[in-house]
């Protein structure tokens, strides 16, 4: 079941809180952010994975790029300071707080497709799914999905090229705090997989809070 908080003070977030939620393994999050709001995702039990997109609000065919992100950050890892650029090579957002590193940009979302090719299941549900069931309040697609950032997701990279996702390195508790660097449209989807190891094999909930800092 999804939890909403009153609105209130958190402890350690400085400023407004406009949303507390904490989100059960399998279910879609979305909100419009406006410029300088932040956004945190917090990693309740560890090892969970969470998939997630933003847009341009204004023009929200000006989507999420991870291959810009990729060639601006010089990494293939997101962690402090890391920019999230868009297609249109506009910064969308920025992490400006990580406990944990190396959040995942190359691996995308799971499908029902995707499930059957590479484990003969379809699944106790997808992140494409979701997402399309996040992206819906605002006027947004299936068509609309990009490649996502998997947030606390590890997919290390070997010297000749291999991949693969493996035993996440976040700790309960461990949280990003991004930035909206324009008014943007976040989507999430709090990641079922099973069949590997991006939730630890069990899929847990993450706790999302929206605020506006204290200038």
Not at 13 to 37: H, S, Y
């Amino acid at each position: 079941m999804t939890v909403t908080r009153e609105v209130g003070e958190v402890s350690d977030v400085d400023g407004e809180i406009l949303e507390d939620i904490t989100i059960p393994a399998g279910q879609p999050w979305g909100r419009k952010l406006e410029a300088g709001q932040r956004l945190r995702i917090i990693d309740l039990e560890g090892k969970q994975a969470v998939d997630f997109l933003c847009y341009d609000a204004a023009a929200p065919q000006d989507r999420y790029n991870a291959a810009n992100t990729m060639k601006m950050g010089a990494n293939i890892f997101l962690r402090e300071g890391s920019v999230l650029w868009s297609d249109r090579g506009n910064r969308l957002m920025t992490v400006v707080i990580d406990t944990c590193g190396y959040h995942d940009t190359i691996g995308g979302c799971c499908s029902e497709e995707m499930n059957r090719i590479r484990y003969n299941e379809a699944g106790p549900g997808n992140c494409r799914d979701t997402f399309e069931l996040a992206l819906k309040p605002f006027g947004l697609t299936r068509d609309d999905i990009a490649t996502n950032v998997n947030w606390f997701m590890y997919v290390p990279v070997g010297k000749d090229g291999t991949m693969a996702i493996v035993d996440g390195i976040s700790k309960p508790g461990d949280y990003v705090d991004l930035r909206a660097e324009r008014d943007v449209i976040c989507v999430a989807s709090n990641c079922t997989q099973i069949f590997n190891p991006a939730n630890g094999f069990e899929p847990t909930p993450v706790r999302i809070i929206t605020y506006a800092p204290r200038l």
